[in-house]
């Protein structure tokens, strides 16, 4: 279903000119973004996949990585097509590195379908996932108005590279973020996603001001981001500029699409985690063995266990009615 995008102008040379992320496209007529899915049709810049879902699932709310946002619910997660990034590693490649014709065109669901539901599955809300949702702006701007007036949750999982204005006018009615930050290298943003590190700082630093739940999710890839001084020095960033109780994931990365170098070590996974522990007390390790721990939350002051997690499974051990650590009484940041 075709929908007139949001975010764009028209210029002189007759190209639309989409404002919506950093890309900037320049369109011709007949011409689609670098997103495959915006395209200028006779003056007109549209969105090409409003209300197209590849994926509708009720997941546990940690599966999108956010453990410090209603832990232990659950939440209908939704996804599109296309994306604005080209990462070589995704895992999600068949539904973001393709365009709507490549799946049959699926009956559009509007959003208020998509409210009810959210409503029947027993969850808080809606999670705008799977593939990148800046590129279905206007379905997912739509819906979250729709799901923020029924009193229920939004949130979005997403690469952060979208432009202040659309961020700021989605930020009025999302409760909570998870962003990947996915290196802290300008040459690695630019040669492995064919974007920019520095409008992914600026997203961060927007949410965190807002005061907007955030977390952020971090893949280590061995060779391409485990270098132990760039790292640092991300970690002292998240410190400074959003905020000592920023929360952190890092995930282990596994083959995938065009990327087969063999799973990041255990080790690197550890020694990440335990530099990053040094500045923020809410670090988790994804995508690894049990046995491996980094899954529960301690009180940043007394260092008691606070939240335990088994898979998906959460227990509040250490936490009282008010969110406070029950040893010390110190507030965890927890949205609940
Ligand atoms: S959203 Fe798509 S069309 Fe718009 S600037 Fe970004 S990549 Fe280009």
């Given at each position: 279903?075709?929908?007139?995008?949001?975010?764009?102008?028209?210029?002189?040379k007759?190209?639309?000119e989409?404002?919506?992320?950093?890309?900037?496209?320049?369109?011709?007529?007949?011409h689609?973004?670098?997103?495959?899915?915006?395209?200028?049709i006779?003056?007109?810049?549209?969105?090409?996949?409003?209300?197209?879902?590849?994926?509708?699932?009720?997941?546990?709310?940690?599966?999108?990585?956010?453990?410090?946002f209603?832990?232990?619910?659950?939440?209908?997660?939704?996804?599109?097509?296309?994306?604005?990034?080209?990462?070589?590693?995704?895992?999600?490649?068949?539904?973001s590195?393709?365009?709507?014709?490549?799946?049959?065109?699926?009956?559009?669901?509007?959003?208020?379908?998509?409210?009810?539901?959210?409503?029947?599955?027993?969850?808080?809300?809606?999670?705008?996932t799977?593939?990148?949702?800046?590129?279905?702006?206007?379905?997912?701007?739509?819906?979250?108005?729709?799901?923020?007036?029924?009193?229920?949750?939004?949130?979005?999982?997403?690469?952060?590279?979208?432009?202040?204005?659309?961020?700021?006018?989605?930020?009025?009615?999302?409760?909570?973020?998870?962003?990947?930050?996915?290196?802290?290298?300008?040459?690695?943003?630019?040669?492995?996603?064919?974007?920019?590190?520095?409008?992914?700082?600026?997203?961060?630093?927007?949410?965190?001001?807002k005061?907007?739940?955030l977390?952020?999710?971090?893949?280590?890839?061995?060779?391409?981001?485990?270098?132990?001084?760039?790292?640092?020095?991300?970690?002292?960033?998240?410190?400074?500029?959003?905020?000592?109780?920023?929360?952190?994931?890092?995930?282990?990365?596994?083959?995938?699409?065009?990327?087969?170098?063999?799973?990041?070590?255990?080790?690197?996974?550890?020694?990440?985690?335990?530099?990053?522990?040094?500045?923020?007390?809410?670090?988790?390790?994804?995508?690894?063995?049990?046995?491996?721990?980094?899954?529960?939350?301690?009180?940043?002051?007394?260092?008691?266990?606070?939240?335990?997690r088994?898979?998906?499974?959460?227990?509040?051990?250490?936490?009282?009615?008010?969110?406070?650590?029950?040893?010390?009484?110190?507030?965890?940041?927890?949205?609940?």
């Amino acid at each position: 279903m075709m929908q007139e995008a949001l975010h764009y102008a028209m210029n002189k040379k007759g190209e639309a000119e989409c404002l919506l992320c950093p890309h900037l496209c320049r369109m011709p007529p007949g011409h689609t973004g670098k997103c495959g899915v915006r395209r200028h049709i006779n003056g007109q810049l549209f969105s090409l996949n409003y209300g197209l879902i590849s994926a509708l699932c009720t997941d546990p709310i940690e599966k999108k990585s956010l453990y410090h946002f209603f832990p232990g619910h659950q939440i209908l997660s939704v996804g599109s097509f296309g994306c604005n990034f080209r990462c070589g590693w995704c895992q999600n490649a068949t539904i973001s590195q393709c365009c709507p014709d490549d799946f049959g065109r699926p009956e559009p669901t509007p959003p208020g379908v998509l409210l009810e539901s959210a409503g029947k599955s027993g969850g808080i809300g809606l999670a705008y996932t799977y593939n990148e949702p800046t590129v279905w702006f206007e379905y997912m701007l739509d819906s979250a108005r729709q799901i923020n007036d029924r009193g229920m949750k939004n949130v979005v999982v997403s690469n952060g590279y979208i432009n202040r204005e659309p961020l700021e006018e989605l930020m009025e009615v999302v409760h909570a973020f998870n962003i990947d930050l996915k290196a802290f290298d300008r040459s690695f943003y630019r040669r492995e996603t064919g974007g920019k590190l520095q409008p992914v700082k600026e997203s961060l630093k927007a949410i965190s001001r807002k005061g907007i739940h955030l977390e952020i999710t971090y893949l280590v890839i061995p060779g391409l981001n485990h270098d132990a001084l760039a790292f640092e020095g991300m970690i002292e960033w998240i410190q400074q500029e959003l905020g000592p109780e920023t929360i952190l994931h890092l995930s282990r990365y596994f083959p995938a699409r065009k990327m087969q170098q063999p799973p990041t070590p255990a080790e690197t996974m550890q020694e990440l985690y335990h530099t990053a522990r040094q500045r923020l007390p809410y670090v988790y390790l994804g995508n690894m063995p049990a046995s491996q721990g980094g899954t529960a939350t301690r009180c940043p002051d007394c260092e008691q266990l606070v939240i335990e997690r088994t898979g998906y499974r959460v227990s509040k051990l250490g936490m009282d009615a008010s969110g406070k650590c029950t040893g010390c009484s110190k507030s965890i940041c927890i949205m609940s």
